[in-house]
Structure formats: C-alpha cells, structure tokens
C-alpha cells in the first residue's frame, strides 16, 4: 500500500502522516510532499492507494492538484482526500467537483479522520479487487476463446483430411492454397485476425467433393458435359455441409466453399456472380485455388511451368479473376515460391 500525503505545512505533514500511520499495515509506504509539483511528479510515476491533499500551497493549488491527478487515475481507482479550512465551504464543493471522493476540515479531528481515511481505504481495495476480478475474467474470456477457435481449427482439419482419402486434389495443395489466400488477403490490408480465418477456412473450399461419384472425381480423361454438371454441383454441396454454423470460421469456410468458382465476369458457377458480388474470401481463395492446381499433376493433366501458370493468372485478370486480387498476388512471387518449397508433394 502507498499514501501519498501533500501539503506545504511540515507540522501538517507529520500529524496526518502519523495518524496514517496507526491506521495503516507497517509495511505500508507513506511518503510526504511539502510541493504540489513534487507530489505530482511521485503520482505520474506510482499509482497511490490514497492522496489527501491540502488546499492553501504554494504553485498549485489543491484543486488543481486534484484535477491534475484525475488525469491520470479515474475517480473511482485511486481515493482522494481533500484538507480545508471549516470556512472554505466553496473550495470543497469545487474540491468534489474536481474528483476529491471526500474532505476534511482544519483543524483535523482525530475521530473524524480516522473513519474517513478507513473509508477512502476500503474504496480502494474493492477497487483493486474489482479490478483483479475483472482481469481474471478476462483472462479466462481468452482461453476458453482460444480453446473454441483450437476445436473450430481441429474440426476443419479433420474435414479437410476427410476429402483427401476421396480428392486427389487435396494433400499439400490445401495447404498451399490456404497460405496464398492469407498472402493475398494480406496485401489487401485486411485485419490479423481476418487473414488467419482465412488460413484456416480455405482448405475446406472443396469439402463438397465428398458427394461427388468417384467415377467421376477420379476420371483420367476429359468429364462430358453431364458429368461437368455434376462436378460443378460440389460447391453447393459444401456450402450445405457447412451452412448454418454460429463459428464465424466455419461461416467463412461456406462462403468459400459457395463462391470459389464463381468468375470476375459472371461466367462461373454455381451462380453466375459477377465482381464485388462474389464475396472478396471467395475472389481471393479463386486466385490461390486456380494457380496450385495448375502448378500440380492431376489425373487428368501435367502440372504446368510457373512462368505459364502466372501468366494464366495475368491474362485471367478482369475476367476470370478480381483485378485487385490478381495484382496483390503477382506482387508476391517471392514469397508465393517460398511456400511452394516449404509445402512440397510428397
């Protein structure tokens, strides 16, 4: 505990320090200021359990005192106990009107002092243990959100390594892919904690893959017009897999799922949105999406050459793909390459 005690008396300053002390813990620090600046200062630097403060002083005044420390401590954290005349009924009124929580008149009486100063105590520590409660609820606030958003972050993994057994586009292609969405969400300036949603909704943008037929999914060759028609009804199929979860995560992941086939120009699918009409997640992942799986062998075709896979992205802006996410992506090669050496086929 620390009392700060400022007056410009020095008899003043040892009376109300030793009736303070008798009322306080020995361990308790009590430190005296014959100068208002002084006494200023020491508050600027240490946040005191109690002030009691005096009005007639040289340089400042009491209530300018009081005024300037609620700047720095709020009325109800740290005390204020203001000293005056019996005559100077207008300075305690101005006194409380500043942020003094209480005052006393001179001469000081002992037993008016005492349950005044216990009082103003009192104050402080249901403050500090208000204050202590509230930092441990908030503290448990953040873990059992960081455990929700671990869970959310597992359920989407295991999802995710359930369409690998069936996709041979999975594998380290969702991982790639997840790391160049958050790449580009990124460049586009959106927030921390938008662009790490994104990392870890995105690899679920295919999950609807799980209802399509494996004669299909797994064809070598070319699909025919009806089995196009049935390939492309994977990302409704995800959206309905996801839809309706109250995680803001697995909400994204649908979106995603939903929209990262549509086409700048309105030409995708499954329907025909066009431009800012796709959500800016879908636009995003169909860049990351598109560019992976034409660096990456399929059943049905080589991987292609970097230099012709980036080129497909440049010539697809404005049509295929959102302008501003295809630039934000060519703006980051370097670090696009990095990820395709840490993420590896196996």
Request: aromatic share 6%.
């Amino acid at each position: 505990m620390a009392i700060a005690i400022v007056d410009d008396t020095p008899l003043n300053l040892t009376l109300i320090q030793a009736l303070v002390r008798k009322l306080t813990p020995p361990d308790t620090e009590i430190v005296t200021f014959s100068s208002p600046l002084e006494g200023l200062q020491w508050c600027s630097g240490n946040e005191p359990d109690l002030v009691i403060v005096d009005y007639m002083m040289p340089d400042l005044n009491g209530v300018e005192f009081i005024q300037t420390v609620r700047k720095l401590y709020p009325a109800d954290t740290v005390p204020i106990l203001m000293v005056t005349a019996a005559h100077e009924k207008e300075v305690r009124y101005e006194s409380l009107t500043a942020g003094a929580n209480d005052f006393l008149t001179k001469p000081i009486d002992r037993h008016e002092f005492d349950p005044r100063v216990r009082t103003m105590l009192a104050l402080r520590a249901s403050h500090q243990r208000l204050r202590t409660w509230n930092d441990d609820l908030r503290s448990a606030v953040v873990l059992k959100t960081a455990e929700i958003v671990a869970r959310e972050q597992e359920t989407i993994t295991r999802l995710a390594r359930a369409a690998e057994f069936r996709d041979p586009e999975t594998g380290a292609h969702i991982l790639r892919m997840a790391h160049y969405s958050r790449l580009i969400a990124r460049a586009l300036g959106l927030d921390t904690e938008t662009c790490e949603r994104i990392l870890t909704a995105a690899p679920m943008h295919d999950i609807g893959k799980v209802g399509t037929p494996d004669n299909i999914l797994l064809k070598p060759g070319r699909l025919t017009p009806d089995e196009l028609t049935i390939m492309r009804q994977h990302p409704r199929i995800g959206h309905d897999i996801l839809k309706g979860s109250s995680s803001p995560m697995i909400q994204m992941a649908a979106e995603i799922a939903l929209t990262h086939h549509e086409k700048f120009d309105g030409s995708g699918y499954p329907d025909g949105k066009a431009g800012e009409a796709i959500p800016l997640v879908g636009r995003i992942v169909a860049v990351a999406d598109v560019f992976d799986a034409l660096t990456s062998p399929r059943p049905y075709k080589p991987a292609w050459t970097l230099d012709a896979a980036f080129e497909f992205i440049r010539e697809g802006r404005g049509n295929h793909f959102d302008p501003v996410c295809v630039d934000a992506f060519l703006g980051l090669i370097p670090e696009i390459l990095d990820i395709r050496e840490r993420f590896k086929d196996e």
